[in-house]
């Protein structure tokens, strides 16, 4: 763990844990904008994980950054502190037994649709997204690039990292990030980067507009503006405490068409939390119709 070094009175002090008090200002606060529990016995971890944001902000202590958090009337500092309690850890085909399901299910999920829409809540930094792009163009068959592919096709990916958003829209990634997907579909969907930017590989453009990246905060309830065949909402069930569960598996359900597919992270349970959901796999739910 990092050591914050303060200087009080020409004296060095050590402060390597977050004070109990400031510790559960944030915790309660996290949990009361964004369902993260971050409640009980993760006082190391908060220290550990804002110990870089004390330093960055030049503050002697987690109070002083603290102190400048809740002074940003904008409210940026703040999501800037919940990304740093938060992780954005994603690759391109997780958790493949759900790519396999989508393959072979989309022709028939999306028989006789003029447009073939899928929502990705909590995408991180935009991996998800683009496999389900390129999972869906590979499945339905449908000629890329191409104008009334481009118009047919649309996932949406929310988060609440205003960070992991923007890595999403710039779309470039390492490219060893690349070595879970075909070889050919590295050529067909992403651009490999010369120069400055070599190492790197950005998917192509004309994948990228086929991407829509939103702030969406899961336990803020919402009207549905439309409802998804197909909503992945994945490893992020795992921040929140059951009744937050609950809450937002009843928003995904809201936002799902009856009969569609609700895929949650392999090391989550929704199971039983709402009446209207048949799990029909490991992580893989189905709503009644
Ligand atoms: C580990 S990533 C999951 C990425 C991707 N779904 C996957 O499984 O690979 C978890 C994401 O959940 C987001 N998150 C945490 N709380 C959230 C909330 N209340 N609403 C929306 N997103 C949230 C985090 O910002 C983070 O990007």
Not at 71 to 91: E, K, P, R, V
Not at 146 to 168: C, F, H, Y
Not at 209 to 233: H, R
Request: charged share 25%.
């Amino acid at each position: 763990m990092q050591t914050l070094a303060t200087i009080r009175n020409g004296f060095s002090e050590s402060e390597t844990m977050i004070p109990e008090q400031v510790y559960r200002e944030i915790a309660s606060l996290a949990y009361e904008k964004f369902g993260l529990d971050l409640r009980r016995g993760k006082r190391e971890l908060v220290s550990a994980r804002l110990s870089r944001k004390v330093k960055e902000s030049r503050s002697a202590s987690y109070q002083e950054y603290f102190d400048l958090v809740k002074a940003d009337a904008t409210g940026q500092s703040f999501l800037y502190m919940i990304d740093a309690l938060t992780t954005n850890h994603t690759s391109f085909l997780r958790e493949k037994t759900h790519f396999d399901f989508l393959s072979k299910h989309a022709p028939a999920i999306f028989a006789d649709r003029d447009r073939i829409c899928v929502w990705s809540a909590a995408s991180a930094t935009g991996e998800e997204v683009y496999t389900i792009l390129m999972i869906l163009i590979e499945a339905l068959h449908l000629p890329f690039p191409n104008p009334q592919t481009l118009s047919r096709l649309k996932v949406r990916g929310t988060d609440i990292s205003i960070k992991a958003l923007n890595e999403a829209k710039a779309a470039i990634y390492p490219q060893d990030k690349l070595a879970p997907l075909p070889e050919d579909w590295k050529t067909k969907y992403f651009l490999k980067g010369r120069g400055k930017a070599e190492g790197m590989a950005q998917v192509k453009p004309q994948l990228k507009q086929m991407a829509e990246f939103e702030s969406f905060n899961l336990i803020k309830p919402s009207s549905p503006t439309m409802k998804y065949p197909i909503i992945f909402c994945r490893n992020v069930m795992i921040y929140f405490d059951k009744s937050t569960q609950e809450r937002v598996t009843a928003t995904l359900v809201d936002n799902l068409e009856a009969g569609g597919f609700l895929m949650i992270g392999h090391a989550e349970n929704i199971s039983g939390m709402d009446d209207s959901l048949t799990r029909i796999a490991p992580a893989l739910y189905q709503k009644k119709r």
